[in-house]
């Protein structure tokens, strides 16, 4: 498979926990972006990696999320102390550079908190 | 910053034309469609760069406005498999980020 890659696929958790997801882009991309989704709207971007370097996170996030990209391979996500407002699906998407290039979606994290 | 999308929602009959409009307040590099159906990931459907290009895939074609900041996404004798929620991306010039608009929904019925 050669497609974007993300783990878990669901998520449940009780308010208060960490969680932490991860994406595996497709070789050689070196654009890794994350973005929320709740039903119904578009997705929201969350923050963005070129290579190992996050160049930008969106200041809607707030500090409980927090995302690495070591190596410039494989992404995290991470979530402290969860709260009910962060469920959502959570996608990567990633692509080979930038502006005229076309995004690769992973299939998402659907993240529910209880 | 998010682009608005027009309209919401659409409901089609097999063979009929649609169209879908996306509108920045930004001035824009680039526009991406995607088509997203339930439960899976937004899937690319075209890019149009800035200089007022026009493209098409199969019965989808789009046209993108670069002084209006507008694209629209033309759907011509529409299809079941069409149905889904369309999301316009607007990349803004020296940004490397992709803004999705607020969506439309799409139902196709025989």
Redesign the interface.
């Known amino acids: 498979d050669t497609g974007v890659s993300q783990d878990p696929r669901h998520k449940i958790t009780k308010r208060g926990q960490n969680v932490t997801f991860r994406c595996d882009p497709i070789s050689e991309h070196n654009?890794l972006?994350w973005?929320r989704q709740t039903l119904?709207?578009?997705?929201?971007?969350l923050t963005?990696f070129?290579n190992e370097a996050q160049?930008?996170k969106s200041r809607l996030l707030s500090d409980r999320f927090s995302a690495e990209r070591p190596k410039g391979s494989f992404s995290t996500l991470e979530i402290q102390r969860t709260e009910q407002g962060d469920s959502a699906m959570y996608?990567c998407a990633t692509r080979k550079g930038?502006?005229?290039e076309?995004?690769?979606?992973?299939?998402?994290t659907q993240l529910s908190v209880l | 910053q998010q682009p608005v999308q027009s309209p919401q929602a659409v409901i089609l009959r097999e063979g009929e034309d649609a169209v879908i409009n996306c509108s920045s307040s930004k001035a824009l590099y680039s526009v991406h469609w995607y088509r997203q159906k339930h439960g899976e990931a937004p899937v690319f459907l075209m890019i149009l760069l800035k200089g007022g290009e026009q493209k098409g895939h199969e019965k989808i074609s789009a046209s993108f406005n670069e002084k209006k900041q507008q694209s629209s996404l033309y759907l011509t004798a529409s299809q079941l498999s069409y149905s889904g929620t369309y999301f316009c991306g607007t990349e803004i010039a020296d940004t490397d980020k992709l803004i999705f608009g607020t969506g439309t929904r799409l139902q196709v019925f025989p």
């Open positions: 654009r972006y973005y119904g709207q578009g997705p929201e971007f963005y070129q160049l930008e996608l930038a502006v005229n076309k995004l690769f979606f992973g299939s998402g």
